[in-house]
């Protein structure tokens, strides 16, 4: 029964016809493959075949076993007999720990998806908050430094008027000093002109 519903599991694709191209009316498992195909519980391939020589794990027996059991507890999947609950249970508890385990791993990715969505979401906010301060942080800069910019064009429009005024200053000393000279060579001038003629 193990073998048989390991060759099974391989089968779930795409949905396709009642029988199979690579299982023959004489194999073995022919009537699990069809009846398990008929009822809709696992698909053939796109090219209607079963693939049953290809490998299965435990996982992914378990994973069909219980998606199927899933379904079942929905009561999703028509025309089901009494004998298919007896082999459902039969590897249902052949496979308890798998499937127990791959529930719990199932659970597990779900909670921590909706962790991740919730410190998605969270950071999605900080983000937002964080441009928003920015924003105002880029702003008021702005305005400081068009009010810094005002500061020093004023600065340096004092600093040109008082730079002009030192420099009309200085000329003015400058003739000043010129004149002075010229004032002292000539009463130099005069006193020695008078003390040579006496």
Do not use: C
């Not at 060759?7 to 699990?32: C, L, N, Q, R, T």
């Not at 049953?52 to 025309?79: C, Y």
């Not at 200085?170 to 002109?193: F, H, M, P």
């Amino acid at each position: 029964m193990k073998r048989g519903f390991l060759i099974v599991a391989m089968g779930v694709f795409v949905v396709a016809a009642v029988s199979p191209k690579d299982v023959p009316p004489g194999h073995w498992a022919y009537e699990a493959v069809k009846r398990l195909v008929e009822k809709g519980w696992i698909t053939l391939f796109e090219d209607q075949t079963f693939r049953g020589d290809r490998p299965v794990d435990r996982f992914t027996l378990a994973s069909l076993t219980a998606r199927i059991l899933n379904e079942l507890e929905k009561r999703e999947l028509p025309g089901i007999t009494r004998k298919d609950l007896e082999d459902l249970k039969a590897l249902a508890e052949e496979f308890k720990d798998e499937i127990i385990d791959f529930k719990e791993k199932s659970a597990k990715l779900e909670r921590r998806l909706q962790a991740l969505e919730e410190q998605q979401e969270i950071s999605s906010k900080e983000l937002t908050a964080l441009v928003e301060q920015t924003s105002d942080a880029l702003d008021t800069l702005q305005t400081g430094l068009k009010s810094l910019e005002a500061r020093a064009e004023s600065s340096v429009n004092e600093l040109n008027t008082r730079i002009e005024e030192l420099q009309k200053a200085l000329e003015k000393a400058k003739r000043d000093e010129r004149r002075s000279r010229a004032l002292l060579w000539a009463i130099i001038l005069v006193t020695l002109g008078v003390a040579v003629s006496n």
